[in-house]
């Protein structure tokens, strides 16, 4: 199969929706609830209301961050035609409305991180009988960083039922969203093989939001501190199987980063492409003729400094799609999804500063919206792995080593 790499005509109206959507319901108040941290956007029931009403009617995708899954039917793709599904519809829809406000984004109900984990290992089952709840995400733990194999939160079964015990930091919608996907090991000998991952509801009397994080971006969006004592979840909640397969290793676990990598790489090319578009305007309304027609060189500093920057957004535009296009046609893309993370990653903190630097006063004042996009693109070149762990996966993988040969 060849990709093309325009977008689909098709998800034209997908994407002339959800830019509709950031420009007129997130945009206006961007501003407003990054200013007032930890306060809910209440416009975002609305929002969010339609959001389902289109999931409903049975279109693919969404203008939301809800999970997407890959086709697991037999003989989903055996015709030979070229998919362009719900991935790549998620991935396009994202990045509009990260064009509006990444952090707004982030905090729309049912639309979490956590819904991507259940719709990448969940069974048939647990989806029908998850469907309509808003899912946070808990990896991250107090001394593990971005190792997610060091998980030390522990899930022992009593029966019917699994013990979970451990804390969870930077928890995105922990405090706002109604469930938890838990990430949890099953046996601490056993390594990474053993880590399966848990819905738990908000209401169990062995779950705690201990504290909301103050944040340099991202205000808009809770992020909580959750502590797990106790906490008994039954055993029917284990996203996917519950046995340990050694051989597979973690190959469970990081499905789910396999779907949502290339979604956090949306984010990235959405704020970074308002960056650009605002940078533009800007630009010109200062005289700044940008002329795609002409060398770079023969050019204007500031006109040579953007279209560097267009061309390097352009990059991670194509990486992104590239790794969900992949997913809607079942080829394995763990490769693509950490080199779409990694480049849109950096390109987006690269391209927010640089419109601050290229845009001057103005771009450091809160007259225009170009500081707090800097300061959002951060935390999307650190969450769901880093930088560094990107390029360690990237590296793993094209020269075929194991975690342990190259660490």
């Not at 979604?263 to 800007?282: I, P």
């Amino acid at each position: 199969m060849a990709i093309n790499l325009e977008v689909p005509k098709k998800q034209a109206g997908l994407i002339d929706q959800a830019h509709q959507l950031a420009m007129n319901m997130l945009r206006p108040i961007s501003r407003k609830y990054d200013r007032a941290e930890h306060e809910y956007p209440k416009e975002l029931d609305m929002l969010a209301a339609l959001i389902d009403g289109v999931s409903e009617t049975g279109a693919t995708g969404g203008a939301g961050a809800g999970g997407v899954r890959r086709e697991d039917k037999p003989g989903s793709t055996d015709d030979g035609k070229v998919r362009n599904g719900a991935n790549l519809a998620s991935v396009l829809s994202i990045a509009e409305m990260c064009w509006g406000d990444t952090a707004l984004l982030l905090s729309m109900p049912r639309q979490g991180l956590g819904n991507s984990a259940i719709a990448s290992v969940a069974n048939e089952e647990q989806l029908e009988r998850y469907r309509g709840t808003w899912a946070a995400m808990a990896i991250t733990e107090p001394g593990t960083g971005s190792d997610s194999a060091n998980i030390t939160t522990t899930a022992v079964k009593d029966g019917d039922e699994y013990v979970i015990n451990g804390e969870k930091i930077y928890v995105t919608s922990g405090d706002r969203a109604d469930s938890v996907v838990v990430w949890a090991t099953l046996d601490k000998e056993l390594g990474r093989a053993a880590i399966k991952s848990f819905l738990v509801r908000k209401d169990n009397p062995g779950l705690k939001v201990e504290r909301l994080e103050h944040k340099l971006g991202i205000r808009a969006s809770d992020t909580a501190a959750i502590t797990f004592t106790d906490c008994r979840v039954p055993a029917e909640d284990l996203l996917g199987s519950p046995e340990i397969d050694t051989k597979s290793g973690f190959a469970g676990a990081m499905a789910t980063f396999d779907n949502t990598r290339p979604l956090v790489a949306a984010m990235a090319v959405g704020c970074a492409r308002a960056s650009l578009d605002l940078t533009r305007d800007l630009l010109e309304q200062a005289g700044v003729v940008i002329d795609y027609d002409r060398p770079a060189q023969s050019q204007s500093a500031a006109a040579a400094k953007f279209i560097q920057l267009e061309a390097d957004w352009e990059g991670a535009q194509l990486l992104m799609m590239q790794a969900a296009w992949m997913a809607d046609n079942r080829q394995p893309n763990s490769l693509e999804a950490s080199m779409a993370k990694a480049k849109a990653g950096r390109v987006g903190s690269d391209v927010t500063l640089s419109c601050v630097q290229l845009c001057g006063t103005l771009g450091f004042s809160e007259a225009e919206l170009l500081e707090k996009w800097a300061r959002d693109s951060k935390i999307l070149d650190i969450f769901e792995g880093t930088q560094q762990i990107q390029q360690l996966i990237v590296a793993r993988r094209i020269l075929g080593l194991t975690s342990s040969q190259l660490r």
